[in-house]
Structures are given as structure tokens and as C-alpha cells.
């Protein structure tokens, strides 16, 4: 069984299940914390290391929220280390914990925190929430769940993004057309956008990525099917409102009205030809909606990815947690650190500066937000939406059957085969992964 062992991230075989149970049981309630006005009273100085993967276009803000932080708790000192991708970070956590030589502070990707959560490597954080009386009402419900697992509150998000649709504004005018908000109305969209000559498209009326799972697992659950079955036993792509989804973008690829890349170098393709108005409108992280302003010759506009039974978009980026084998006296220091990067006095500071979503709805009507909406206006889309931004599928599987499926994806867009077939032969070997998980 591959419970507690998240080794689906990466292969070090030395990490063994019997290690993660030494290193603090993630299923444990947490060890009752002192009192909160002793806590305040003890100003001892402090050194934390917070191991991330801000790139470069963040260190910036990075520096300014320690720097303020450091004025509100001049005791503790937050030593920044950045350690790679996600993936890089993610394995040297793994040997850290092996090594019982662990920071208090991490980023985490989200989809890896259910692997991380269950094998006891970060804190539950639920007391230090009660006890400190944080609003979490506050946050958007998605993004907070997604930094939750097992009715346990694991993190924050910090760097959020969610997918988008950016469309040629300029383009949708002068054609009459509006983004299509629900599948009805995406049939039609298509005939006036597409573009074709001597039977071949010219001109794509909108793309989605096939590269990561992350750009059309909304599309499954708006479909009103579902990855997993409600008891997360058995996966559900082969029942028919879970095809609906693969079912039209075959239809929609092979009438040459969608694009759809998959592989090395698909994202800057896809990108490229949306700018060389060949795509009129593209799927895409909102970590990338300045990119776009930036570079495109024409007005950019930015609206929800559209539903049918429902109507979501999942979260993406990176959240911060606290190491749970780190000592008492270094978790009280991680907390306030965790609490003040994510708090909403800083949050659309933090959001100019990083380029991600601010998370918490209050900040919306502050003069600052106003500012951030009246400067970048494409962003309200998504506070639109603000509560329809949901988790990823949180199991500790997913990172690897979802390979599975992305596979089918990868075979539909590639060679033309039959996705459903493809998709129905794809679930008993996905099956087969998911039982190992218990």
C-alpha cells in the first residue's frame, strides 16, 4: 500500500513509511500550544529558514514582506532559501525529512499536498487558527480548501493562480462576438471565430492546453462528471457525463475550430499564435494575464472558463506550510511568518508584486484593491468567480493516475485516436493505481 509513503512526487527509495511515522503523524491532533499571550511575551531571538521556489520576477516582493516582517518581530529572523522548481523543492523536503533536518517554513505545490499532509511531514495548523482566532471566512472557500486535506488545515495559499480564458478583445469586437459563459453557446462561437481556407484552419477559435491536467479537470466536473467516485474508491472517466468533456474537444479539434498542444514547447506555441491572432482565444494560467498585456498588439480581455452543470475553475501555484518536525519554539516563529504573508493587510502588495491572485475578499473594496482592480481590470473575471475557484482533486494518487488520463489526451491530439475507447481501457490500469492508495 501506498499509504503515507508519498513516494508518487519522487523515487527516494530510502524514505521508507516506517521514517514518515517516526516524523510526527500528520493523522494526530497537534500538541496543545501555549498560551498566546506567552507567546507574545517571549521575544527571544530566533533564526527560520523558509525554503521556496519564488522565481526571480518575486524575489523583489519576497524581500519587501521579510523585510516588513521583520519590523513587526524584529527577534526572528526569516532566512530565505530557494531550492528550485516544485519538483526540486519537493524532493529536497523528502531528504530533509530523512535527514531530520528540516526548515519550519516551506512552499508547497498544491497538488502535492495531499501526498506531503498524509505522511505526517507538515503541521496541522487548525489550533494555531483557533487559537489566534484567524478569519478564515475571509479567504476564498476553493483556495483555502485546497491547502486542507482530512478536514485538517495543513496551509495558506500564497501564490495563487487559476485558468482563464484571455481573448483578443479587439478581435471579439470588430466580429460581434462575446467568450462563451456556459457550452451552449460555444457551438456558435466557433463558426463566427474560426477561420478557415481551402479546408484548413487559419484561424482557431480558442485553445486548451493538453499538457497538464490541471486546464481540463474543470472541464470534467462542469460536464457534470467526475474523476473519482464519491467514496474516491474507483475512478469515474469511463461513465457518460465524465466523457462529455473529451467527447467535444475530439469533435471540436477534428472540425479545426479548437487547438490543443501537447508536449515540449506546446505552451509557447500555443501562446505565440494566440499573439499572431491564429488563436482568437486561449486557456491559460492567470499567472500569465500580464505577459500577455505586455506583449499582445491588440486589446487582451479576460473571462471565466465557461460551464455547463457547473460552473469551476481549479487553483494552481503554491501555498506555505509549516514543517512539522521542526522544534516547538521554530513553529511559533513559523506561524507568525505563515499568518503574516498570508494575512490581508499585505495581499494586493504581494499580488503586484508576484503577479498572482490576491486571496481574500475583504481586500476587494480597500483603496488599494481598488487601485489594483481600476490598474488591472482583466483580473475581475475572476473575483467574479472568486468562490467557483475549487481544489484540485485531493487524493494522494492523483499525481500519478492522472498521468494515466493526461496520456489519453496525448493520443487524441497527437495520432487522432478515439478518446472514449481510449479512456474506458485507461480506467481498470487507473483502478489498479488508486487501490494501492489506502
Same mark, same amino acid.
Given at each position: 500500500?501506498?499509504?503515507? @509513503?508519498?513516494?508518487?512526487?519522487?523515487?527516494?527509495?530510502?524514505?521508507?513509511?516506517?521514517? =514518515?511515522? !517516526?516524523?510526527?503523524?500528520?493523522?494526530?491532533?497537534?500538541?496543545?500550544?501555549?498560551?498566546?499571550?506567552?507567546?507574545?511575551?517571549?521575544?527571544?531571538?530566533?533564526?527560520?529558514?523558509?525554503?521556496?521556489?519564488? !522565481?526571480?520576477?518575486?524575489?523583489?516582493?519576497? $524581500?519587501?514582506?521579510?523585510?516588513?516582517? $521583520?519590523?513587526?518581530?524584529?527577534?526572528?529572523?526569516? +532566512?530565505?532559501?530557494?531550492?528550485?522548481?516544485?519538483?526540486?523543492?519537493?524532493?529536497?523536503? #523528502?531528504?530533509?525529512?530523512?535527514?531530520? +533536518?528540516?526548515?519550519?517554513?516551506?512552499?508547497?505545490?498544491?497538488? !502535492?499536498?495531499?501526498?506531503?499532509?498524509?505522511?505526517?511531514?507538515?503541521?496541522?495548523?487548525?489550533?494555531?487558527?483557533?487559537?489566534?482566532?484567524?478569519?478564515?471566512?475571509?479567504?476564498?472557500?476553493?483556495?483555502?480548501?485546497?491547502?486542507?486535506? $482530512?478536514?485538517?488545515?495543513?496551509?495558506?495559499?500564497?501564490?495563487?493562480?487559476?485558468?482563464?480564458?484571455?481573448?483578443?478583445?479587439?478581435?471579439?469586437?470588430?466580429?460581434?462576438?462575446?467568450?462563451?459563459? /456556459?457550452?451552449?453557446?460555444?457551438?456558435?462561437?466557433?463558426?463566427?471565430?474560426?477561420? @478557415?481556407?481551402?479546408?484548413?484552419?487559419?484561424?482557431?477559435?480558442?485553445?486548451?492546453?493538453?499538457?497538464?491536467?490541471?486546464?481540463?479537470?474543470?472541464?470534467?466536473?462542469?460536464?457534470?462528471?467526475?474523476?473519482?467516485?464519491?467514496?474516491?474508491?474507483?475512478?469515474?472517466?469511463?461513465?457518460?457525463?465524465? =466523457?462529455?468533456?473529451? %467527447?467535444?474537444?475530439?469533435?471540436?479539434?477534428?472540425?479545426?475550430?479548437? %487547438?490543443?498542444?501537447?508536449?515540449?514547447?506546446?505552451?509557447?506555441?500555443?501562446?505565440?499564435?494566440?499573439?499572431?491572432?491564429?488563436?482568437?482565444?486561449?486557456?491559460?494560467?492567470?499567472?500569465?494575464?500580464?505577459?500577455?498585456?505586455?506583449?499582445?498588439?491588440?486589446?487582451?480581455?479576460?473571462?471565466?472558463?465557461?460551464?455547463?452543470?457547473?460552473? @469551476?475553475?481549479?487553483?494552481?501555484?503554491?501555498?506555505?506550510?509549516?514543517?512539522?518536525?521542526?522544534?516547538?519554539?521554530?513553529?511559533?516563529?513559523?506561524?507568525?511568518?505563515?499568518?503574516?504573508?498570508?494575512?490581508?493587510?499585505? $495581499?494586493? @502588495?504581494?499580488?503586484?508584486?508576484?503577479?498572482?491572485?490576491?486571496?481574500?475578499?475583504?481586500?476587494?473594496? /480597500?483603496?488599494?484593491?481598488? %487601485?489594483?482592480?481600476?490598474?488591472?481590470?482583466?483580473?475581475?473575471?475572476?473575483?467574479?468567480?472568486?468562490?467557483?475557484? !475549487?481544489?484540485?482533486? #485531493?487524493?494522494?494518487?492523483?499525481?500519478?493516475?492522472?498521468?494515466?488520463?493526461?496520456?489519453?489526451?496525448?493520443?487524441?491530439?497527437?495520432?487522432?485516436?478515439?478518446?472514449?475507447?481510449?479512456?474506458?481501457?485507461?480506467?481498470?490500469?487507473?483502478?489498479?493505481?488508486?487501490? +494501492?492508495?489506502?
Amino acid at each position: 500500500m501506498k499509504s503515507k @509513503k508519498w513516494l508518487s512526487i519522487s523515487v527516494l527509495a530510502a524514505l521508507t513509511a516506517s521514517t =514518515l511515522a !517516526a516524523c510526527g503523524g500528520g493523522g494526530d491532533k497537534p500538541a496543545a500550544l501555549p498560551d498566546a499571550k506567552a507567546v507574545e511575551e517571549d521575544k527571544t531571538p530566533i533564526t527560520i529558514q523558509y525554503w521556496h521556489s519564488h !522565481a526571480d520576477a518575486q524575489l523583489a516582493g519576497l $524581500n519587501y514582506m521579510i523585510a516588513e516582517f $521583520n519590523k513587526k518581530y524584529p527577534y526572528i529572523t526569516v +532566512e530565505p532559501v530557494f531550492q528550485g522548481a516544485y519538483t526540486d523543492l519537493q524532493k529536497k523536503l #523528502q531528504a530533509a525529512v530523512a535527514a531530520k +533536518e528540516v526548515p519550519a517554513v516551506t512552499n508547497v505545490e498544491v497538488s !502535492a499536498l495531499p501526498n506531503f499532509a498524509d505522511g505526517g511531514v507538515f503541521s496541522d495548523l487548525t489550533e494555531y487558527i483557533k487559537r489566534d482566532k484567524v478569519d478564515l471566512n475571509d479567504f476564498s472557500k476553493g483556495m483555502l480548501a485546497a491547502y486542507a486535506f $482530512n478536514n485538517k488545515q495543513y496551509g495558506f495559499p500564497l501564490i495563487v493562480s487559476t485558468s482563464v480564458m484571455v481573448y483578443n478583445k479587439t478581435m471579439f469586437d470588430k466580429l460581434g462576438v462575446k467568450p462563451p459563459q /456556459t457550452w451552449a453557446e460555444i457551438e456558435d462561437f466557433n463558426k463566427k471565430v474560426t477561420l @478557415k481556407e481551402n479546408g484548413k484552419t487559419t484561424r482557431y477559435a480558442f485553445a486548451v492546453p493538453g499538457w497538464d491536467t490541471w486546464y481540463y479537470d474543470p472541464w470534467i466536473s462542469n460536464g457534470g462528471g467526475a474523476i473519482l467516485s464519491a467514496d474516491k474508491k474507483k475512478i469515474a472517466l469511463d461513465q457518460p457525463d465524465s =466523457l462529455r468533456w473529451i %467527447q467535444n474537444f475530439d469533435k471540436w479539434i477534428k472540425d479545426g475550430s479548437m %487547438q490543443m498542444g501537447y508536449g515540449k514547447g506546446a505552451s509557447d506555441v500555443m501562446r505565440q499564435m494566440f499573439l499572431d491572432q491564429k488563436i482568437g482565444m486561449v486557456q491559460h494560467t492567470s499567472a500569465v494575464i500580464k505577459t500577455y498585456l505586455e506583449n499582445a498588439k491588440f486589446e487582451i480581455g479576460v473571462s471565466f472558463i465557461p460551464g455547463d452543470k457547473e460552473r @469551476k475553475s481549479h487553483i494552481g501555484g503554491a501555498g506555505i506550510v509549516m514543517m512539522d518536525m521542526a522544534p516547538q519554539k521554530q513553529k511559533e516563529a513559523a506561524w507568525k511568518f505563515i499568518k503574516f504573508m498570508t494575512d490581508a493587510e499585505h $495581499n494586493i @502588495k504581494w499580488a503586484e508584486d508576484t503577479g498572482y491572485l490576491p486571496t481574500h475578499k475583504s481586500v476587494v473594496n /480597500t483603496e488599494e484593491g481598488k %487601485q489594483y482592480f481600476q490598474k488591472w481590470p482583466q483580473y475581475k473575471a475572476v473575483f467574479d468567480n472568486f468562490d467557483n475557484v !475549487a481544489p484540485r482533486p #485531493q487524493h494522494t494518487g492523483y499525481p500519478e493516475f492522472s498521468n494515466v488520463y493526461k496520456e489519453v489526451v496525448g493520443e487524441m491530439v497527437l495520432n487522432g485516436k478515439d478518446p472514449v475507447s481510449l479512456m474506458k481501457a485507461a480506467v481498470p490500469k487507473m483502478n489498479d493505481i488508486l487501490s +494501492e492508495y489506502k
